[in-house]
């Protein structure tokens, strides 16, 4: 079945370092691919996404790109800031099931030292 | 964007007590919501498929008697945890859907609540 794998955390940075949470997906067909960004003590809310293979999404300095050669979707940004201490989860649509439901990866816990 | 709120954001109970949380979508309508329960670690894991006017759709493993899901509105899907006990606690998220029109009626995305936090004692 589909499935979502993206790297443990924690990763811990100082600020203005370059960030990479690595992802790796398995899907059939093809599906969408997000991730996803929940601060401390409140939900999730999109942060990018690409539908398509070779797309890049990006928001808020931070962008992905989806290569399905690799079968990955991997985040990165330039320059972190304190306020990105978050937990980010990676995510693909299943778009082939019954339920069209998103499914995710563990989460990556981001702390981000002044 | 699309809003959804949960409510309450926290809760305290007894141990055999029940409980019901609320999801509503604020500005748009929602046909499908989903339940997650997101654990310690911050795993998430997708509890039921929420479907307006029928029953909810259940992930393996999930007891649907103790977590009791009604979806009867557009805007609107609750979940009950019956009988509440402490390995219960979690916090738990719901999120919603926008169904549009055309040959691409999904896009993937989801619209997250809050969240809300049940403590068992």
């Known amino acids: 079945g589909n499935s979502v794998t993206q790297m443990e955390g924690p990763v811990t940075l100082s600020e203005e370092a370059f960030l990479t949470i690595n992802c790796t997906y398995t899907a059939t067909g093809y599906p969408s691919l997000f991730w996803y960004v929940q601060y401390p003590g409140e939900g999730l809310q999109l942060l990018l996404k690409?539908?398509?293979?070779?797309d890049k999404g990006s928001n808020k300095g931070f962008e992905a790109t989806y290569r399905k050669e690799t079968t990955s979707f991997h985040l990165e940004k330039g320059s972190v800031q304190v306020s990105d201490s978050a937990v980010y989860f990676c995510a693909l649509s299943d778009q082939g099931g019954a339920t069209n439901k998103l499914i995710f990866g563990t989460g990556t816990l981001l702390a981000v030292q002044p | 964007g699309a809003v959804v709120s949960q409510h309450p954001s926290w809760v305290i109970c007894k141990s055999g007590t029940s409980v019901k949380i609320e999801c509503r979508s604020l500005?748009?309508?929602?046909?499908?919501m989903f339940w997650y329960r997101q654990f310690p670690k911050q795993s998430l894991m997708l509890m039921a498929t929420?479907?307006?006017?029928?029953?909810?759709?259940?992930e393996q493993g999930v007891e649907k008697d103790k977590f009791l899901i009604n979806h009867a509105s557009l805007t609107l899907s609750t979940l009950t945890v019956t009988s509440a006990h402490p390995e219960d606690s979690s916090f738990y998220i719901c999120?919603?859907?926008?169904?549009?029109?055309?040959?691409?009626?999904?896009?993937?995305?989801?619209?997250f609540g809050e969240g809300s936090r049940l403590t068992v004692l």
């Open positions: 929420s479907n307006e006017g029928s029953k909810a759709t259940y």
């Open positions: 999120s919603a859907r926008v169904q549009r029109e055309g040959p691409l009626s999904w896009d993937g995305e989801l619209f």
């Open positions: 500005d748009f309508q929602a046909t499908t």
């Open positions: 690409a539908t398509k293979a070779d």
